[in-house]
């Protein structure tokens, strides 16, 4: 996979999230995908997003940088949510691609003192 292609599905994969495409996720993880913190796949992810939308319908996603270097790329965002102690949140993801679709994720968030 060519780096730009790589940089474009974790873009498109933020993209859903904040369009809250829930069903545009079964086109960025592959079939066989994990994720790790979840401990599941393309279902898990899709729960999560849709729990998440449902306790705040304001949360987006902001991409701060996103690194890639051959079949691996490296994100940091920054999560909004419209109030509370969690309302900004950093959040670190690395992802696995694999024939063009996320395959592996990995990933940690930490709150953010602005």
């Known amino acids: 996979m060519v780096n730009s292609d790589a940089r474009a599905l974790a873009l498109r994969m933020h993209e859903a999230f904040n369009a809250r495409d829930v069903a ?3 086109g960025i993880f592959a079939p066989g995908f994990h994720s790790h913190p979840l401990r599941g796949g393309v279902d898990a992810v ?3 997003w849709t ?3 449902a306790a705040d319908p304001a949360i987006r996603t902001v991409l701060e940088d996103v690194l890639v270097d ?3 790329v490296a994100l940091r965002s920054t999560v909004h949510r419209s109030a509370g ?3 900004g949140t950093t959040m670190l993801e690395v992802f696995r691609v694999a024939e063009g679709r996320i395959a592996e994720l ?3 968030a930490a709150m953010v003192d602005r």
């Open 70 to 72: 051959g079949d691996r």
């Open 46 to 48: 899709k729960a999560a």
């Open 51 to 53: 729990a998440m939308f």
């Open 85 to 87: 102690p969690a309302a």
């Open 106 to 108: 990995w990933g940690a």
């Open 24 to 26: 545009a996720a079964d």
